[in-house]
Structures are given as C-alpha cells and as structure tokens.
T-cell receptor
C-alpha cells in the first residue's frame, strides 16, 4: 500500500536552531501534502497545505516564517522549524492526499531545550 | 467549512464488551468521513472511511461505522473489544473533494480494561 516515510521520528534541538522534517511518498506521487501539529493528548491541528511546485497555504494563526514548507517534488515535502523555541516542542505529522484517501507519516517528536 | 465533534473524551470499557465511539459533523456540502486510530507516539492508521454508497462501513480489526446523514453522525462501533484496542481514536471529515483538508475531531481515548 501507499507509504509516507517521515524523518526523523524524534529530534532534540537547542533553542534558536532550526530543524527540518522530511516526508517522502515512497510508491506514489503526492501532489498535495498536509502538515499537522499535535500537542499531548490533543487532536491534530492543520498547519498548512502544500502543493507541489507552489507556495504553501497556511492556516490562520500559523507563522509562515517560523514554519517553512517546501514541496519541491511530487515525492518530497519538508517542514523546517526555524529558530525553534521550547513552545515549538510538539508532535508533527504529515499527510499526503490520494484519490482514495489520505496516507499519514509516522510523525516527528520535536523537543526544543 | 466542516467541523467534527467527538462527544466523549474518554470511554472506559471492559474487555469483550461492545463499544461505540460517537462522532457528529457539520458541513454545508457533501462530506467524506474517516475514523483513524493512533497508538502512543505513532502516526495515524485508517480504520474505515465513508465516501459514498452503503451507509454501513466495515473497517479493519472488526470495527464498523454507520453514516447517518439526517443526524449528521458517523459513530464507530465494535461488538467485542480487546485490550489491544486501547488507543486514541479520531473522527475526521473533509468536503466534497476527498483530496481537500481533513479536519479532525478532538479524539476519544478508548481504555479497555481486563
């Protein structure tokens, strides 16, 4: 079946540094990728929608300059958390849309210290 | 725009008992509905989905859900739960295009007790 590979699965970084999270669709082309953020014991909040070759569309309240999304190819989308701070610590999940539904990555646990 | 409400934040149940996790949605257009399960520190696994056709949808692991348009509900059921069903369950909705934004409910923690 369709697989989205998300890396890294967990990362610890120092405050002020940037972290890049990658999502790759392994056996299909992901025209559209969604990025979600999930706080402990809470639901998934949509951060942005990225389409291959165009700028991402961010949800209200999400800082574009803080969360940089790049969808340069049909198989790769990246989320870069710039100048990370402890409040950016969270679980980030990507999701690729397909004709028959959505395929989710396994998530990235980001901890900023 | 669509929205989803999961009516129970936690559902405790004994092993081998039946369970129902409730989900109501709101939308001004036709919808597609999904149920996902999430285990700790993992991504989401699709249990089942309603796109069209029969309103009773059967999914993996013995789960099923019924789409009720008049009551705008999509409740998830399982006749007999196992300890391994303990997890977080999310109901989600998207509009008439199933490649659009997927909006999630708040989640329901299913706690299966021995």
């Amino acid at each position: 079946g369709a697989v989205v590979s998300q890396h890294p699965s967990w990362v610890i970084c120092k405050s002020g540094t940037s972290v890049k999270i990658e999502c790759r669709s392994l056996d299909f082309q992901a025209t559209t990728m969604f990025w979600y953020r999930q706080f402990p014991k809470q639901s998934l909040m949509l951060m942005a929608t990225s389409n291959e070759g165009s700028k991402a569309t961010y949800e209200q309240g999400v800082e574009k300059d803080k969360f940089l999304i790049n969808h340069a190819s049909l198989t790769l989308s990246t989320l870069t958390v710039t100048s990370a701070h402890p409040e950016d610590s969270s679980f980030y999940i990507c999701s690729a849309s397909r004709r028959d539904g959505y395929t989710f990555g396994s998530g990235t646990r980001l901890t900023v210290v | 725009a669509q929205s989803v409400t999961q009516l129970d934040s936690q559902v405790p149940v004994f092993e081998e008992a039946p369970v129902e996790l409730r989900c109501n949605y709101s939308s001004s257009v036709s919808v597609y509905l999904f149920w996902y399960v999430q285990y700790p520190n993992q991504g989401l696994q699709l249990l089942l989905k309603y796109l069209s056709g029969s309103t009773l949808v059967k999914g993996i692991n013995g789960f099923e859900a019924e789409f009720n348009k008049s009551q705008t509900s999509f409740h998830l059921r399982k006749p007999s739960v196992h300890i391994s069903d303990t997890a977080e369950y999310f109901c989600a909705v998207t509009g008439s295009s199933n490649t659009g934004k997927l909006i999630f409910g708040q989640g329901t923690t299913l706690q299966v007790k021995p």
